[in-house]
């Protein structure tokens, strides 16, 4: 900004002192503008936003520190310089306090005022600089947290446009399934995929990447390929699990694996045939008794790095779906799920929601309770891991 | 902080005024350290870090302001109140200009003094409190920036990961390729298959996901595994294309779709042959003449939702690759590179730069040539697209 071009307002209540500064103060081709008090200085300083104020303290109507009050409350940016001939210290330690800039004792020496007015208003214009470029380094810091977000929420979306949105129709049968990843993406899957042209033998998978976050979620869509074609003209869970084990296998890092638990349903004859790959947590209830049973038996995760000969092996069990009866897959972000205290959800907890539940509740339901429950659980201690769960029912 | 127990150093040359202070603020359980001038009072101040500094103006050695100005320079945290006996306006304004807190006229009135340093210290309070929460907020920010800056950090080298960290070996011929992405992102992709357990056809694939950063990414990450199975049992360039557009279509979004050319080179013919998905950027060298022609011939994005019947057809041409030949597929980022005039580097110039080089560069040379021409053509503006290169080179 150009010194000579600011506005200077003079606001006392002595018409000659005004009309002398402002002789004096337009002779140095400042634009200046009067008020008699300080009710009419606070008018001029909305509508006019001088970068200078020369301010008489004694004044009707409101005086000089009453309107710094003004300004204060305003938040007016402006530089205010006190003109006083009946200083004390007090006023004057009172003033500089109150937000002026400088001090002036009447009469007035002109050197004086313009001296004093260059340095308020390069220092105005420090701090307008300061404060614009403290404006600019926020703003720039915004945008790319911003724009960091958008591509994680982006990550979110393409992650969780992989898993089904809704779930197959099957006669007889309901099924449902969620994952609730713990950060904007991570390494729980979940998918079904019917193995057959006629739709006779559905295939359900909970599988779970090890690691977090990022790592484990470009593993997940990179998952979700390699189930697509190594479930093509396989039907047996264990040969599923061959299949991806040895497809994964020196593929997704040394250190990540990926377990996992397949049910395959046979649709007419009511039978689960069940295979894990390190993923236990599996149980099946059957209505007839009213208990609950681990179904999924042992078995290496997929992919890891291992000597020759070792792992691939997926040794299946049968489960004969009754009416009423329910398999429930679900990932260990649910039972180490942890309170306040530190305990964990644990498994018996959700084989108790599923005996608790499973007379009344369709598969959407005991899944959104479970999912419920587990919060509840928790309370004001945040997830910690990504949660899934499928569960499927007999009806008839 | 407990205000009784707040440390305040009187700095006085008269030892009267620092006894008397001392017993009246000991008295109300301050703890009072005191000096005489304002060299000591400096050094005190370093020390002691007082809470509260009551300063003299007029004394030896190093006055009141001199002091001021040694703890504004020294950037000391305390709270300055000025004691006076010698007051005027002009000291006072100077004083509070300089970074005191208040002002007090000598003689002191016990009461006043007290009251004044309970303000100061109630001032102080605040000031650090929202120091303190200022902190904790760019702090937490920070640190947010830093965790999303990590997990693209990851998706990067995932995503990089993906692609081939060195050449194939080929008997006569030299091949070499790379991806520069121009976020941590993108939808650039590159990759070589081996079409043989016996290694005589060797395919090089340049393709581009629509869009760009993370969106585009998690396309590239799928489609890798797509291409490791849609090439499975396939030679002909044509008719991987043609799976891949079929594994692709209804799976990578409605407006999403992949551009790329895929030579298959038979080791033994020295014949490539080349088909492409809507991928013109095809240049075979011809050492013989010294031409460069354009190979890739039509054939639509993969993966796009077309009508029944349309697309899918990818027609291939073939060229023979003798001594001193090259083919080099890259992506648009590189023709549609633009300098700060807002001209194209266009293909005619990766065609002049791998005309004028054929003669003496290597594959990797001739690759790494194109990538720093293309830098130095766009100067200072930054890189918008991927770029990617492959390069083979018939050697003899």
Chains 1, 2 share one sequence.
């Not at 004086?112 to 404060?131: F, G, K, M, S, T």
Request: charged residues 25%; proline residues 4%.
């Amino acid at each position: 900004m150009d010194e000579k071009a600011a506005t200077i307002l003079v606001v006392d209540d002595e018409e000659d002192i005004r009309e002398v500064l402002k002789d004096r103060l337009e002779f140095s081709s400042y634009r200046v503008l009067t008020a008699s008090n300080g009710v009419e200085g606070l008018a001029r300083i909305r509508v006019e936003r001088p970068d200078v104020v020369l301010l008489d303290l004694q004044m009707p109507v409101l005086d000089g520190l009453g309107m710094l009050q003004g300004i204060a409350a305003g938040q007016l940016e402006t530089c205010v310089i006190i003109m006083t001939a009946h200083g004390t210290i007090q006023r004057a330690v009172q003033a500089m306090k109150g937000g002026a800039t400088d001090f002036l004792l009447k009469p007035i020496d002109p050197e004086d005022v313009e001296r004093v007015i260059r340095r308020a208003l390069e220092q105005a214009r420090l701090r307008r600089e300061n404060l614009r470029l403290q404006q600019a380094l926020r703003e720039a810091q915004d945008q790319l947290l911003l724009e960091m977000q958008r591509e994680l929420r982006i990550a979110h979306e393409m992650q969780m446009g992989l898993m089904p949105q809704e779930s197959p129709t099957i006669a007889g049968f309901e099924i449902a399934g969620m994952c609730v990843p713990a950060n904007e993406v991570g390494g729980d899957y979940f998918n079904y995929v019917w193995l057959d042209e006629g739709r006779t033998r559905l295939a359900f998978l909970v599988a779970d990447v090890s690691g977090k976050g990022m790592a484990a979620a470009t593993v997940t869509m990179r998952f979700n390929e390699v189930l697509r074609y190594e479930v093509q003209g396989r039907s047996a869970p264990q040969d599923i699990l061959r299949g991806l084990d040895a497809a994964l296998r020196g593929r997704i890092g040394e250190l990540t694996f990926v377990t996992g638990c397949i049910g395959a349903l046979d649709v007419a004859k009511r039978v689960v045939r069940i295979a894990s790959a390190a993923h236990p947590m599996a149980y099946h209830y059957t209505a007839k008794d009213g208990l609950v049973r681990q179904v999924a038996p042992s078995g290496l995760p997929m992919g890891m790095t291992l000597p020759p000969g070792v792992g691939g092996d997926y040794p299946e069990v049968e489960a004969l779906m009754e009416a009423g009866d329910l398999l429930v897959i679900y990932s260990d972000g649910i039972p180490e799920a942890q309170d306040a205290k530190g305990a964990f959800y644990e498994d018996a907890r959700v084989a108790e929601v599923i005996r608790g539940r499973a007379g009344q509740a369709s598969a959407q339901t005991l899944m959104d309770h479970l999912l419920r429950d587990v919060d509840e659980f928790r309370g004001e201690i945040p997830q910690l891991d990504d949660m899934t769960v499928v569960v499927v029912k007999c009806l008839e």
